[in-house]
């Protein structure tokens, strides 16, 4: 079989893979393959780290992001035009199992990863008072080391076809939506090569 993508190598690693998959797995890894022992290697590090250290219970999001950008370093940019992109969901903390017997390091937050292209959206709703809610993520553009491509981007979050909220992004391409009442939105990312839309934004209660 051909490399597969990091994320299926990270659901192999953690045990996530049906039978059958996880056999085919194996025997690529068996090949001795740079690029996946590489990737192995790296992430078995990054997570014996996080699980050995009991200090301080990492939120997912760290996790996720230290992994987007490991993988934004290693793999060649990709010049494809977005246009007007509605993106999938590609994660979503509150939809994974509680693993048996594994210390958990989520928070009480929501995590979310959407992608669209070459972007990939990363979300986090933390409850407020009084049935509101902040929204607060990064943009990412896969092959860029800096964040040129992702800083001063405006959105829009927009309810029942109206916007209600209008933020841009830092230098670094995060940004946040402060004291949203509990519903559902739209999240529309303006980009010099178009636009990218989540539809349908759970901005609700976190976990108890």
């Given at each position: 079989?051909?490399?597969?993508?990091?994320?299926?190598?990270?659901?192999?690693?953690?045990?996530?893979?049906?039978?059958?998959?996880?056999?085919?797995?194996?025997?690529?890894?068996?090949?001795?393959?740079?690029?996946?022992?590489?990737?192995?290697?790296?992430?078995?590090?990054?997570?014996?780290?996080?699980?050995?250290?009991?200090?301080?219970?990492?939120?997912s999001w760290v996790l996720k992001r230290a992994v987007?950008?490991?993988?934004?370093?290693?793999?060649?940019?990709?010049?494809?035009?977005?246009?007007?992109?509605?993106?999938?969901?590609?994660?979503?903390?509150?939809a994974r199992p509680a693993l048996v017997d594994v210390?958990?390091?989520?928070?009480?937050?929501?995590?979310?990863?959407?992608?669209?292209?070459?972007?990939?959206?990363?979300?986090?709703?933390?409850?407020?008072?009084?049935?509101?809610?902040?929204?607060?993520?990064?943009?990412?553009?896969?092959?860029?080391?800096?964040?040129?491509?992702?800083?001063?981007?405006?959105?829009?979050i927009a309810r029942g076809g109206k916007v209600v909220?209008?933020?841009?992004?830092?230098?670094?391409?995060?940004?946040?939506?402060?004291?949203?009442?509990?519903?559902?939105?739209?999240?529309?990312?303006?980009?010099?090569?178009?636009?990218?839309?989540?539809?349908?934004?759970?901005?609700?209660?976190?976990?108890?």
């Amino acid at each position: 079989m051909n490399c597969p993508g990091f994320e299926r190598l990270i659901d192999y690693l953690d045990a996530r893979l049906d039978e059958a998959e996880a056999a085919r797995m194996t025997a690529h890894l068996s090949t001795k393959c740079d690029t996946c022992d590489e990737s192995r290697n790296w992430y078995l590090h990054v997570k014996s780290i996080v699980e050995s250290d009991d200090s301080i219970a990492p939120p997912s999001w760290v996790l996720k992001r230290a992994v987007r950008i490991f993988e934004t370093a290693r793999r060649p940019r990709l010049a494809a035009r977005v246009g007007q992109a509605i993106a999938s969901l590609v994660f979503d903390s509150f939809a994974r199992p509680a693993l048996v017997d594994v210390r958990s390091t989520e928070t009480a937050n929501r995590q979310l990863l959407y992608s669209a292209g070459d972007y990939t959206v990363d979300l986090q709703v933390a409850s407020a008072e009084h049935s509101r809610a902040d929204l607060m993520g990064q943009v990412l553009m896969e092959g860029e080391t800096a964040f040129d491509a992702v800083s001063g981007l405006k959105l829009d979050i927009a309810r029942g076809g109206k916007v209600v909220y209008s933020v841009k992004t830092d230098e670094m391409g995060e940004f946040k939506f402060t004291g949203l009442e509990y519903g559902v939105y739209d999240l529309r990312v303006e980009l010099s090569e178009g636009s990218i839309t989540i539809p349908d934004l759970p901005v609700n209660e976190s976990l108890p």
